[in-house]
């Protein structure tokens, strides 16, 4: 192999790992639409989530007491909420 067939290699090389690195992915396209209930069961695992985070915190004593209710009850609403509206899209 002389110099410019290994020139010509390296830069087909070249070109071959810039278009694999930076070729655009289409996965998006391939994945599935979340529906509404799947949004809604996502969104009550996050705040499930969020609730014991809070009374973790709470007990770790990062919360006063109104403050702690207060999220408490915001949180146990909003789940709350969720919870018919998501009983709602089970029955349809």
Known sequence: MNATQGLVASV???????????????SFASQPQKTRLDYL?????????NLRDLVFEFNAGKYPEEDFQA??????????????EIQLLQRA
């Open 71 to 84: 999220q408490r009850s915001r949180l146990e609403a909003e789940t709350a909420q969720l919870v018919s």
């Open 41 to 49: 069961l996502e969104r009550q695992e996050q705040l499930a989530e």
């Open 12 to 26: 087909l090389l070249a070109i071959a790992v810039f278009v694999y690195t930076f070729w655009p992915d289409n």
